[in-house]
């Protein structure tokens, strides 16, 4: 059973930043995908950033255009962990955080694929 454990979340000021890290118990190079997502109060889930591989090369870097020039999405595979650092953090950044991989052969990383191993989660407020 793969797990995944992120940690860094907190309350920051508004401008402020966190760095999020997300451990894999799993290889992580052989996954398919890692991304992050989040759920803020009365939200739905929503995808934040994410890095897509194909035959082992890194092809695709999503950001959400909400934190699109803010986050910054990024992998050390020796290490197994995954990083989310966020600058300019804004109230609406408030949410719990989550980490998510695939490593079934042909899927994604989005909302609603059933495949893909989840973290606990990370709580991040931004007070207005």
């Known amino acids: 059973q793969v797990q995944l454990v992120e940690s860094g979340g907190g309350s920051v000021q508004v401008g402020g930043s966190l760095r999020l890290s997300c451990e894999s118990s799993?290889?992580?190079?052989?996954?398919?995908?890692m991304a992050w997502f989040r759920q803020g109060p009365g939200k739905e889930r929503e995808r934040v950033a994410g890095l897509y591989t194909k035959g082992g090369t890194q092809y695709t870097v999503f950001y959400a255009s909400s934190v699109d020039g803010r986050f910054t999405i990024a992998q050390d595979k020796d290490k197994r962990t995954m990083f989310l650092q966020m600058n300019s953090l804004k109230p609406e950044d408030t949410a719990m955080y989550y980490c998510?991989?695939?490593?079934?052969?042909?899927?994604?990383?989005?909302?609603?694929?059933?495949?893909?191993?989840w973290g606990q989660g990370t709580r991040v407020t931004i007070p207005s």
């Open positions: 998510a991989a695939n490593w079934e052969f042909d899927d994604t990383c989005e909302v609603g694929v059933p495949s893909m191993h």
């Open positions: 799993a290889d992580i190079a052989s996954s398919n995908c």
